[in-house]
C-alpha cells in the first residue's frame, strides 16, 4: 500500500489563501477521500496557528495528521500542545541537505545540522510518530545525505522522505537516485521511504511514480497542486497500474472527483488582499438544546462554535437562553449564535456609525462611502466592493485600519410581510477567538453595518482601544 501525503494547505505561500474554517473543512473532506497523511501548516507564533491545528486534529477521524516543527525544543513543545488530541498525530522534522540551504538558509555547518536533527528527531519520536524530510536532497552531497538520513532513523524517525525541491530531475534520474539511496542506506528498510517533486519541469507526477516501481511508500501530492504532484493524477495511476507496480493506493476513487472539485473551488476562490475573507455559510454541527439543558451544558456548546466567555457572561447568555428555549421545541446553532451575540460582552462603542451611503447597481460596483465616531472625532472612507455589504465592512476596514477574518455572517427575518424586520449575524476571529455582533433593521445593509461594528467593539474593549 502506497501512502498518500496531502501537502495542500503547506503550500498555500505560493499562490492561494483559505481561511481558517476552510481549512477545517479541506481537512474533513480529504479524510473522507482517504488521503493517509494531512500535512498542516506549522506554528508561526500566534494563537491563531495552535487553534487551527488543535481544530485540524480533533476534526480528522482516520488520516494521520502531520505538523513541522523547527529545529528547538519550544517549536516541539508547543506544535505537540496543539496536535496531541488528533487520533492519529505526527510531527515533522524539515532540515535540508544541500551545502546551499544548510549555510545559506540555516546557517549551519553540515556537523552542526547533524546534531539537530538527532536531537530534535528524538524529541519528537519519544512523543509520537515522526517524519524525517531531507530537504533538496537531490542537491546534496550523498554521504551527507546517507548520513543525515541514518542519523533520523537512529533518532527514531519512521518515516523519511527525500524531496526533489528544485524539481530539475528526470523520471529516469529520479528512480536512479532512488536506488543508489536505497542501496547506500540499509537501515531504509526498516521505516518508510517517502518522496516528494516539485513540478519545475512539468514532471512531478512521472517522477514520484517513478520512485514507486524503485520502491518507495509515501508520496507527497496535493488535491490542489501549485508546485507538486498532482493528487488526481497520481491516484488514477496507482489505482490503474497498481498491478504493473506491485503498488496499491487507500483513496476512495468513486470520491475522487467530487472531493477534488470540492478542495479546488475552495482554493481558486479569488481573493485580494482588501477583500473580505468570507468563509461561507455555516454548516449545522448538530448542536441541539432543550429548555431541560443545564447551564454546562449550554456553555460546552458555546465553546465548540469558537467562544471563549466569562463567568459573568456565561449566566447572562444562559438566562437569555432559558428566555428563548421555553417558547421553542430545540435551540439550534444559529439560535445560539444569536442569542450569545445579543447577550455576551455588552460594552461601551469604541466605534460609532454616523451615517453611510451605498450605491450599487447591475452596472456598477458597489460603493460604500461611510462616516464613524470614535472618541467624538469623526472618520469616514470610501470603498469599492463585490457588493453593498462587501462594500461596507470594507470600508470599515479602511477607516479603523483593522482587518479580522469573517468567520461567519448570517441573514435571518425577524417578522414578515415587505417591511419586514432583518436580523443579522456577525462574527468576527481575532487570535484565535471568536467575537459576535447582531444588528437589526428592515434595511438589511444597515444592519449588517450594526452587527459588524458591535463585534469590532468587543475586540476594541478586550484589546484596550479607547
Not at 83 to 99: D, M, N, T
Not at 427 to 449: F, H, M, N, P, Q
Request: proline share 2%; aromatic share 6%.
Amino acid at each position: 500500500m502506497i501512502r498518500i501525503s496531502d501537502i495542500t494547505m503547506s503550500q498555500q505561500a505560493e499562490g492561494f489563501c483559505l481561511s481558517f474554517r476552510e481549512k477545517i473543512e479541506l481537512a474533513k473532506l480529504l479524510d473522507r477521500l482517504g488521503a493517509d497523511v494531512i500535512e498542516v501548516e506549522g506554528l508561526h507564533g500566534s494563537r491563531t496557528d495552535a487553534l487551527r491545528i488543535k481544530s485540524i486534529a480533533v476534526a480528522v477521524t482516520d488520516s494521520i495528521v502531520s505538523a513541522p516543527v523547527e529545529l528547538n525544543a519550544q517549536s516541539i513543545a508547543d506544535t505537540w500542545n496543539a496536535l496531541q488530541e488528533a487520533k492519529h498525530p505526527r510531527l515533522q522534522v524539515c532540515a535540508p541537505v544541500s551545502s546551499v540551504q544548510m549555510e545559506y538558509l540555516f546557517h549551519k555547518k553540515p556537523e552542526a545540522m547533524l546534531k539537530a536533527i538527532s536531537e530534535t528527531v528524538s524529541a519528537c519520536a519519544a512523543l509520537c510518530d515522526t517524519e524525517y524530510v531531507a530537504q533538496d536532497a537531490t542537491r546534496s552531497e550523498s554521504a551527507f545525505l546517507h548520513e543525515a538520513i541514518r542519523t533520523a532513523i537512529a533518532a527514531g524517525a519512521k518515516t523519511v522522505t527525500v524531496l526533489d525541491s528544485a524539481g530539475t530531475m528526470l523520471p529516469e534520474e529520479f528512480s536512479a537516485f532512488i536506488s543508489d539511496l536505497v542501496a547506500g542506506v540499509p537501515e531504509l528498510k526498516d521505516v518508510t521511504l517517502g518522496v516528494g517533486c516539485d513540478n519545475a519541469l512539468s514532471m512531478a507526477d512521472s517522477c514520484v511514480i517513478a520512485a514507486v516501481k524503485a520502491g518507495v511508500g509515501e508520496i507527497k501530492a496535493a488535491a490542489y497542486p501549485v508546485s507538486c504532484a498532482n493528487l488526481t493524477s497520481v491516484a488514477r495511476i496507482l489505482a490503474a497500474k497498481g498491478a504493473d507496480l506491485g503498488a496499491s493506493v487507500g483513496i476512495d476513487m468513486p470520491r475522487l472527483s467530487r472531493c477534488v472539485e470540492q478542495i479546488q473551488r475552495m482554493c481558486r476562490s479569488e481573493r485580494s488582499k482588501t477583500s473580505m475573507n468570507v468563509s461561507g455559510i455555516r454548516e449545522d454541527e448538530g448542536i441541539y438544546l432543550t429548555a431541560h439543558d443545564s447551564c454546562d451544558a449550554v456553555t460546552a456548546a458555546i465553546e465548540k462554535l469558537g467562544y471563549e466567555l466569562s463567568q459573568e457572561d456565561r449566566l447572562k447568555v444562559y438566562d437569555a437562553f432559558m428566555q428563548f428555549a421555553e417558547k421553542r421545541d430545540q435551540v439550534g446553532i444559529r439560535e445560539l449564535d444569536a442569542i450569545v451575540a445579543s447577550a455576551a460582552m455588552q460594552v461601551p462603542p469604541t466605534y460609532k456609525l454616523e451615517n453611510y451611503v451605498i450605491t450599487s447597481g447591475s452596472a456598477i460596483s458597489a460603493t460604500a462611502h461611510m462616516k464613524l465616531t470614535k472618541n467624538g472625532q469623526s472618520m469616514e472612507g470610501v470603498y469599492l466592493g463585490d457588493g453593498p455589504i462587501d462594500a461596507a465592512f470594507l470600508a470599515i476596514e479602511q477607516i479603523t485600519g483593522r482587518h479580522y477574518e469573517l468567520d461567519d455572517f448570517q441573514i435571518q427575518s425577524v417578522t414578515e410581510g415587505r417591511a419586514a424586520m432583518g436580523q443579522t449575524i456577525v462574527r468576527l476571529r481575532s487570535e484565535g477567538k471568536v467575537y459576535s455582533g447582531r444588528g437589526i433593521s428592515t434595511d438589511i445593509v444597515g444592519a449588517s453595518i450594526q452587527a459588524y461594528l458591535n463585534a469590532l467593539n468587543k475586540i476594541a474593549y478586550e484589546e484596550g482601544e479607547v
